[in-house]
């Protein structure tokens, strides 16, 4: 029995000497973003001692442009649908400063990342039915999409405060990014008893500089 005690309580110490020094995991999220609605969640994997890998996911949707405000301005009409949100991602690496082992310290690395903002609106009975006709269902139906890909290097400093509160900021990340715009419309409405149908699409992509900056708060482990 006293054997077994012994090599649990080594065991336990072995895994909290893990926990404490190894530093290998870091669980993190841009804390400004959570305040106007970009809810986000990383994960950083030190590969060597001065080298990382990290993912990132954050879900969009503002706080200050709900679209369901929209109904505001066609108070007259029904407003059955809307949104307003996305989603982004983001991959980098990172090389930290060979002069203290990550994830302590200065590092650059490249990123790539991928972002989506779409508005969307449907506005239903858009007209009175004309007295003496049956009811019909007329719409207008139309969204705005941003899409958003890109690619760059960034500068950041990474500390970790009593072996595991992690502060994570990339002050400074240039490269570029290239955007597709869309717009779509579509509608239907009955006249006189007859029905009209439109439909019609637009696209626009460029190029633009991109610039990339994060603050984070997290748990290394």
Not at 99 to 118: A, C, D, E, K, S
Not at 168 to 191: I, K, P
Not at 203 to 217: E, K, N, Q, V, Y
Request: with cysteine; hydrophobic share 40%; charged share 20%.
């Amino acid at each position: 029995m006293k054997t077994v005690k012994q090599t649990i309580a080594c065991l336990l110490f072995l895994f909290l000497s893990l926990i404490a020094f190894s530093q290998k995991n870091i669980i993190k999220t841009n804390a400004p973003g959570w305040t106007w609605g970009k809810f986000n969640a990383q994960y950083e994997r030190m590969l060597t001692d001065y080298s990382s890998a990290s993912v990132s996911y954050s879900f969009i949707r503002p706080y200050f442009a709900q679209v369901k405000e929209l109904g505001l301005l066609f108070s007259t009409f029904d407003v059955m649908k809307a949104r307003f949100n996305g989603h982004e991602v983001v991959l980098d690496y990172r090389l930290y400063n060979k002069n203290q082992p990550g994830p302590r310290g200065f590092y650059v690395g490249p990123y790539i990342r991928y972002t989506y903002l779409g508005l969307f609106y449907e506005v239903n009975n858009i007209f009175e039915p004309v007295p003496g006709q049956a009811a019909y269902d007329d719409f207008i139906r139309e969204g705005i999409d941003l899409a958003r890909i890109g690619l760059g290097i960034k500068l950041g400093a990474h500390w970790v405060i009593g072996d595991h509160f992690s502060i994570d900021w990339s002050f400074l990340g240039f490269g570029a990014d290239y955007y597709t715009f869309r717009q779509y419309f579509e509608g239907r409405a009955s006249v006189a008893g007859l029905e009209y149908a439109y439909q019609d699409e637009t696209a626009t992509r460029f190029f633009l500089s991109g610039i990339a900056t994060d603050l984070t708060l997290g748990w290394a482990f």
